[in-house]
């Protein structure tokens, strides 16, 4: 069965840094896309990054040069590195994979979602 569970959200002050994991299971990273999604109190999920199965990464342009997704195979794990983190990052950060190699704007397995505040 496909799972993913994220975890590594905590409480930090802007300009601070936090990576994100993501562990997986029931499938391979170099199978499935798996991307990164945040989605703040009222307001729509919107993406943040995606690696394929072949490792090309995607980032959205409000995270472009500060964010970084990575993954360690033989983990079966993603990580997100969040880097100079602003207040507006705050949000519920989630893993999901579309269940093919690219990425896509269709995802059909989520993890639980981890908690990233940024305060002032």
């Known amino acids: 069965q496909v799972q993913l569970v994220e975890s590594g959200g905590d409480l930090v002050q802007p300009g601070g840094s936090l990576r994100l994991s993501c562990a997986t299971s029931?499938?391979?990273?170099?199978?499935?896309?798996v991307g990164w999604f945040r989605q703040a109190p009222g307001k729509e999920r919107e993406g943040v990054s995606c690696?394929?199965?072949?490792?090309?990464?995607f980032y959205t342009d409000p995270v472009k040069g500060r964010f970084t997704t990575y993954r360690d195979n033989a983990k079966n794990t993603v990580y997100l590195q969040m880097n100079s983190l602003k207040p507006e990052d705050t949000a519920v950060y989630y893993c999901g994979t579309p269940s093919i190699a690219t990425c896509t704007r269709q995802y059909n397995y989520w993890g639980q979602g981890t908690q990233v505040t940024v305060s002032s």
């Open positions: 690696i394929s199965s072949s490792g090309s990464t």
């Open positions: 029931g499938f391979t990273l170099d199978v499935y896309a």
